[in-house]
C-alpha cells in the first residue's frame, strides 16, 4: 500500500476499556499497514501508555468545550475513532466535520438494542444513531462485554452474594458477546475503507453463551455449587422495570435490565456475527475469542 493511501487516524477516549485495545490493533503487524504512524491519541490528561513508541502513538491534549482546540487535533486527520463518554460525541463529530474528516466511529458500543431498548427509557434512553451530513458515521454494535460476563460475577450471576445466581427462562437462551480486544480489532479493520463502502451500522458479535452453560462450567472449575434462583421472563421483565424507574442505581440493577433484554422474547439481535457486518470487518484476518475457554482460564487462575 502507498503511503498516499494510508490513513491518518485519531481515537479519543483512552482511559476506558477500549482505549488501549484499540491502539495495539491499529498497532499491531495485522494493520499497521493500513495508517499513518504515530497515531493521534486524544486526551484530556496526561496519561501516556508504556506500551507504544513515539513513533507508534503521539499525544494530543485538548478540552472538550473548546472547539478550536478539538479541530485543531483533527486538523490532517481522515478517521476519529471515539471511545469515551456519550455526551461529548455529538461535539466531537462537529469538530470533526470542520477539520475535514471523513469517516466517524461513535461511541455506541452497545448489543444491537431492538424494540425491547424502549421499555427502559432511563438505563437505556441514551442516544445510539448518531449522524452528520458532511462525514460518515458508522456505528459498531457488539455484544455484550465477554471481559465483563467473566471477571465481574454480578453481571453473570445477577447477584452480589457469592455463589448465588439467578436463571432466566429455561436459561438456555443464546446471550451475545464481544471481547474488548476484538472490538479493537474490528475497528481497526473497519476504519481503513473508504467511507463510502461502508454501511452506516456494523453488526458483529465474537460468540455467544447461555446462562446454563456458564453456571455449570463456574461450578465445575470453582468446585462450588451455585444457588441458583428460576425466574421467568415477565418476572425479569418487571424487575428491571422497577429498577429502570430508580434514582441511585448499581450494578445489579444495570444488568436486570440489560439481562431482560437480552433474553427478550421481541430481541432481534442474536447471531448477528454471521451477517455481512461479520464477513465485512473479519474476513479471515483474526480469530474470534471464545468465552468458555478463557472464561475457564480465568477462574483457574482465581482459585
Given at each position: 500500500m502507498s503511503s498516499s493511501d494510508k490513513?491518518?487516524?485519531?481515537?479519543?477516549?483512552?482511559?476506558?476499556?477500549?482505549?488501549?485495545?484499540?491502539?495495539l490493533a491499529l498497532t499491531s503487524p495485522q494493520f499497521k499497514e493500513y495508517y499513518k504512524f504515530p497515531i493521534r491519541a486524544i486526551t484530556?490528561?496526561?496519561?501516556?501508555?508504556?506500551?507504544?513508541?513515539?513513533?507508534?502513538?503521539?499525544?494530543?491534549?485538548?478540552d472538550y468545550s473548546d472547539e478550536?482546540?478539538?479541530?485543531?487535533?483533527?486538523?490532517?486527520?481522515?478517521?476519529?475513532?471515539?471511545?469515551g463518554t456519550r455526551g461529548n460525541t455529538e461535539s466531537l463529530i462537529a469538530a470533526a466535520a470542520k477539520a475535514g474528516v471523513k469517516l466517524f466511529f461513535p461511541t455506541v458500543y452497545t448489543p444491537n438494542?431492538?424494540?425491547?431498548?424502549?421499555?427502559?427509557?432511563?438505563?437505556?434512553?441514551?442516544?445510539?444513531?448518531?449522524?452528520?451530513?458532511?462525514?460518515?458515521?458508522?456505528?459498531?454494535?457488539?455484544?455484550?462485554?465477554?471481559?465483563?460476563?467473566?471477571?465481574?460475577?454480578?453481571?453473570?450471576?445477577?447477584?452480589?452474594e457469592p455463589n448465588h445466581a439467578v436463571r432466566v427462562g429455561d436459561g438456555n437462551i443464546e446471550i451475545p458477546v464481544t471481547f474488548v480486544s476484538d472490538i479493537g480489532k474490528s475497528l481497526a479493520s473497519l476504519a481503513h475503507h473508504p467511507p463510502a463502502q461502508l454501511p452506516e451500522k456494523v453488526c458483529i458479535q465474537g460468540d455467544a453463551y447461555t446462562q446454563n452453560e456458564l453456571f455449570k462450567l463456574y461450578e465445575q472449575v470453582k468446585g462450588v455449587k451455585l444457588i441458583v434462583e428460576?425466574?421467568?421472563?415477565?418476572?425479569?421483565?418487571?424487575?428491571?422495570?422497577?429498577?429502570d424507574k430508580k434514582q441511585n442505581i448499581n450494578i445489579i440493577d444495570f444488568m436486570n435490565v440489560v439481562t431482560a433484554t437480552m433474553t427478550s422474547p421481541k430481541r432481534n439481535y442474536i447471531d448477528y456475527n454471521k451477517g455481512e457486518g461479520a464477513k465485512l470487518?473479519?474476513?479471515?484476518i483474526f480469530e474470534w475469542k471464545k468465552i468458555v475457554p478463557e472464561a475457564k482460564k480465568a477462574w483457574s487462575k482465581e482459585k
Open positions: 490513513k491518518a487516524v485519531a481515537v479519543v477516549g483512552l482511559n476506558g476499556e477500549l482505549g488501549k485495545p484499540t491502539l484530556t490528561s496526561n496519561n501516556k501508555f508504556d506500551e507504544f513508541s513515539d513513533s507508534e502513538v503521539s499525544y494530543h491534549k485538548v478550536s482546540s478539538l479541530v485543531s487535533a483533527f486538523n490532517g486527520v481522515d478517521v476519529v475513532i471515539d471511545l438494542y431492538g424494540p425491547e431498548k424502549n421499555d427502559y427509557p432511563n438505563l437505556l434512553g441514551f442516544k445510539n444513531v448518531f449522524h452528520d451530513d458532511r462525514l460518515k458515521c458508522v456505528h459498531l454494535k457488539v455484544g455484550w462485554f465477554a471481559d465483563w460476563v467473566i471477571c465481574k460475577p454480578p453481571v453473570l450471576f445477577l447477584s452480589l428460576e425466574r421467568s421472563h415477565d418476572t425479569q421483565s418487571q424487575i428491571a422495570a422497577e429498577a470487518v473479519n474476513p479471515g
